[in-house]
């Protein structure tokens, strides 16, 4: 089991960027691969962004494709999502997620992911 613990959430301007990172613990860190999902209030979950064991492989949602970047540092265990142009509905609890299934890295859009953090707040400013 791997445990998750998000950081860099916090208040923004729209058209700003923030950078949220994720700490992993427990099993080997290059098992999984790690996701971001986020959910604003009275909504349901929506993925973000995956990146593959080796970081060499990554897979977007729509409303984020050219403004966010997913990242990983094995050697760190950590993985970080790069936030830019940030819009007035971004706004949401941002998780961090890992998996040790081999499957395509779209398929955890849908799926979801086995293992997550307790979340981080992303607020945005108009």
């Known amino acids: 089991q791997v445990q998750l613990v998000e950081s860099g959430g916090g208040l923004v301007q729209a058209g700003g960027s923030l950078r949220l990172s994720c700490a992993a613990s427990g099993r080997t860190f290059s098992n999984y691969a790690m996701g971001w999902f986020r959910q604003a209030p009275g909504k349901e979950r929506e993925f973000v962004a995956v990146?593959?064991?080796?970081?060499?492989?990554?897979y977007y949602g729509d409303s984020v494709k050219g403004r966010f970047t997913i990242s990983r540092d094995n050697g760190k265990n950590t993985v970080d999502l790069q936030m830019n142009s940030l819009k007035t509905e971004d706004p949401a609890v941002y998780y961090c997620a890992a998996d040790d299934r081999v499957i395509p890295l779209e398929s955890f859009r849908y799926r979801g992911m086995d293992y997550w953090g307790k979340g981080t707040l992303v607020t945005i400013s108009s």
């Open positions: 990146i593959n064991w080796s970081g060499g492989d990554t």
